[in-house]
């Protein structure tokens, strides 16, 4: 009995043999072989998926930059960038924000996929020549910082619409425009993206005028050009 017992144990072994050690092999060329965990539940592969949350689509937009180019968000794919909105003439916030987008430009200027899209909001002034001699006023540099113009009604409608910065005129105020401060944050794919606060609610965009927003993007620039 012993023996017949012996004997259909080999025969298990073998079929077992026959039928698994092949697939096993075949996982093995295909570094397949690590699926799933003690449990057998499957295992997921890791990404360099940063903690930044998802705002949603960057509106699109397609512009004329200061060497007379055709720049839309499409020009930006594959990059993470930076939206502002700003005119020339502005005797307030604008030299404050274009300062410090010079200073993370600097930071990262030597990374192509790095790049900033400065919005005027006073178009029939900021002409492409006017952006351009502004560019070279303000030492702006980086092969993609674009200073953008268009048709006025267009860049109303991208600013308040498209991303929900408000931007307007009012002859009220010091240079008859006004403005946000915030900045936006563009991941690779084109989504708007954001860290959350202390109390774990996202900012969704980023302040441009004080350091601690500025320090804030150098981080997160670095997190979402890693990803």
């Known amino acids: ?29 295909n570094d397949d072989i690590v699926k799933a965990d003690r449990l057998n539940i499957e295992g997921t592969k890791t990404t360099n998926k940063s903690d930044l949350l998802t705002i949603g689509k960057v509106p699109k937009f397609s512009l004329t930059d200061q060497d007379n180019k055709n720049i839309s968000n499409q020009t930006y794919a594959g990059k993470v960038y930076l939206v502002e909105f700003f ?24 990374n192509s996929n790095f790049g900033i899209a400065s919005i005027s909001i006073n178009p029939e002034n900021d002409t492409s020549e006017v952006l351009k001699k502004h560019a070279d006023d303000i030492g702006a540099k980086g092969i993609n910082w674009h ?13 308040n619409k498209g991303f929900n910065l408000y931007a307007g005129k009012n002859s009220k105020v010091a240079g008859g425009f006004e403005h946000s401060g915030l900045i936006a944050l563009i991941d690779k794919d084109g989504n708007i993206r954001s860290r959350t606060d202390d109390f774990g609610n ?26």
């Not at 025969?11 to 698994?20: N, S, T």
């Open 202 to 227: 996202p900012i969704v965009y980023y302040d441009g005028l004080e350091e601690k927003g500025i320090n804030q993007l150098k981080q997160d620039i670095t997190k979402l050009l890693s990803e």
């Open 1 to 29: 009995m012993k023996n017949k017992s012996y004997i259909g144990i080999s025969f298990i072994i073998l079929v077992f043999g026959i039928l698994v050690i092949p697939k096993i092999i075949d996982r093995i060329k």
């Open 147 to 159: 200073f953008l113009t268009g048709k006025e009604t267009n860049i109303f409608e991208i600013a």
């Open 87 to 110: 005119f020339t003439t502005c005797p307030t916030i604008c030299p404050i924000m274009n300062n410090n987008m010079k200073i993370i430009q600097e930071k990262f200027a030597t």
